[in-house]
């Protein structure tokens, strides 16, 4: 009988002699008011790149993250992958790239720095930052913070290069 009682738990355990059954969990997406506003950030930073946006189909996957990015920030499940990666990486300079990917389960937010090497052998990263935001919130914001200050670096109105990629739940079904 006393053996009962000092049975202890591990973390994330429940104790399954409860009477009361377990609530239902929502399948979306539970962030706090500092959360949602890296989530408005993130909305407006979408904005901006639009314009570097070079045909329709980098339009549209901008677009269906800033749909994507209203859905999350209601709280809703997201069904797709995207990402939206915006370099400025010159022949013969250094350069930057921060890369924003919006998936089922995550935000991930992360930038490389490129150095440019001697001639002949391009660029290579030398630093890379990362930042992610899961379903049940708690970024690091100043991470994010930083991520943001160095996405201003990586747009340049002639230099830009943005590059977009979607994968719709269909998509991501069949690859399982």
């Known amino acids: 009988m006393t053996k009962d009682l000092a049975q202890f738990l591990q973390s994330g355990e429940r104790d399954d002699r409860g009477q009361a059954p377990a609530l239902p969990r929502s399948k979306g997406w539970h962030l706090n008011d500092n959360d949602l506003s890296v989530i408005d950030d993130l909305h407006a930073k979408c904005v901006e790149w639009l314009s570097f946006a070079k045909n329709g189909k980098s339009a ?7 749909e994507t990015l209203e859905a999350i920030s209601a709280g809703h499940p997201v069904a797709s992958m995207i990402e939206i990666d915006v370099a ?14 919006i998936a089922p389960d995550r935000i991930e937010l992360s930038s490389i720095e490129w150095v440019w090497m001697t001639s002949g052998q391009g660029h290579d990263h030398a630093h890379t930052l990362r930042a992610e935001l899961s ?19 990586a747009t340049d109105e002639d230099q830009t ?14 690859a399982d």
């Not at 549209?60 to 800033?66: D, G, P, Q, T």
């Open 135 to 153: 379903k049940r919130g708690g970024l690091d914001h100043d991470a994010v913070d930083h991520w943001l200050y160095l996405s201003d670096f």
């Open 60 to 66: 549209r996957v901008i677009a269906a993250a800033l």
């Open 88 to 101: 400025r990486k010159r022949q013969g300079e250094d350069g930057l790239s921060v890369v924003l990917q």
């Open 161 to 174: 290069v943005l590059l977009t990629s979607h994968s719709r739940d269909r998509d991501l079904q069949d």
